[in-house]
C-alpha cells in the first residue's frame, strides 16, 4: 500500500509487573489504513502492549501518539472516545441477547421523550451495518449463543467498526476456530482492508494468515520489536527461522545456567 501518515505511535513503552518485564522498549506505528499483524510467542508482550493501547493498562514509560498528539489514555472508555476500539478473544457478548441489542451494548437507543427502547430502529441498522461490511447473519433477532464462534466474532467486529473507532485491535480473532469460521473473518479482514475504512493490528499466531491478510508485520520477542517488514518482502520461512534461532538461544542459555532472570 502507499506510505501514509501514521495514525498510532509507540515510542520506547515499557511495562513491569512487579519482577517480571512484560515489555523492555516498544517501538510501533500503524498508519492510516494499514493492516499490521503481530506476532510473538505466548509471553511475548503481545497483549500487554493491546491493552495499553485500548487504554487498560498505563506503562511505565514510554508514550503513545495519536494522529501525531502525544496522549495519556486514562481508561479503555477514554480510548474509545478517541477511536480507539479492542476486539478481545472473548467478544464481550452476551448470550442471552439478539444480535441487534448486542450490537447497540452500552449504546442502545431510545425513543425520545419516552425513554423506551428504539428496537426497529436498531434493526434496521444492525442489518445495514452487517450487509455493508458483508457479514452474513440471516437472523438478527436470535440470541447470540445460537451462532458459530465466526459469527459471533464478526459481530463483535462490525459492533466495533459502526461504533466510530477508527483503530481496531484484534487480539486473537482466529483463536479456537475451525477453517471455514476463520475464512469468514479473514474475509472480513480483506474488505476492510481494501475500503482503507480502519487501521487494524491483529495479534495472530499463524503466520500464513498475517502474510495473507496484513500490509506489515511486526515481529515482538523478549518484550521489544526485533522485526518490522511489509509483509511483500518476508515469507513464512524467514519468520520461522527467526523463531527457531530465539528457541535455540533460550535453550543454549538454560543449559548454560545463564537464562534470563526477568521474563
Known amino acids: 500500500m502507499a506510505e501514509s501518515e501514521d495514525v498510532l505511535t509507540i515510542e520506547h513503552v515499557a511495562k513491569r509487573f512487579g519482577p517480571v518485564t512484560a515489555l523492555r522498549d516498544v517501538n510501533l506505528h500503524l498508519r492510516k489504513g494499514e493492516v499490521l499483524g503481530l506476532l510473538g510467542d505466548n509471553g511475548a508482550g503481545k497483549s500487554t502492549l493491546m491493552k495499553i493501547v485500548s487504554g487498560f493498562q498505563k506503562p511505565d514509560s514510554g508514550r503513545v501518539l495519536l494522529r501525531g498528539e502525544e496522549v495519556e489514555l486514562r481508561s479503555v472508555d477514554h480510548a474509545r472516545s478517541l477511536g480507539i476500539d479492542c476486539v478481545y478473544q472473548d ?17 442502545e437507543q431510545v425513543h425520545r421523550p419516552v ?16 450487509d455493508a461490511i458483508g457479514v452474513n447473519i440471516p ?5 447470540v449463543a445460537r ?12 459492533r466495533t467498526v459502526t461504533s466510530d473507532a477508527d483503530i481496531i485491535l484484534l487480539d486473537e480473532p482466529l483463536a479456537a476456530m475451525g477453517a471455514k469460521e476463520g475464512a469468514m473473518i479473514l474475509d472480513l479482514v480483506a474488505r476492510l482492508r481494501a475500503e482503507a475504512r480502519v487501521s487494524i493490528i491483529m495479534i495472530a499466531h499463524n503466520y ?48 548454560s545456567g545463564d537464562g534470563p532472570t526477568e521474563a
Open 208 to 255: 500464513v494468515h498475517v502474510l495473507e491478510s496484513c500490509d506489515r508485520v511486526n515481529l515482538i520477542q523478549d518484550g521489544h520489536i526485533t522485526f518490522d517488514r511489509p509483509t511483500a518482502d518476508t515469507s513464512v520461512e524467514e519468520l520461522n527461522e527467526i523463531v527457531v534461532e530465539e528457541y535455540r538461544r533460550a535453550r543454549l542459555a538454560a543449559i
Open 139 to 143: 437472523r438478527i433477532d436470535v440470541p
Open 91 to 107: 467478544l464481550a457478548l452476551i448470550d442471552q441477547l439478539p444480535v441487534f441489542q448486542n450490537m447497540f451494548l452500552r449504546r
Open 115 to 130: 425513554p423506551f427502547l428504539a428496537t426497529r430502529r436498531m434493526k434496521q441498522e444492525t442489518r445495514r451495518a452487517l
Open 147 to 158: 451462532l458459530s464462534g465466526g459469527q459471533r466474532q464478526a459481530i463483535a467486529v462490525a
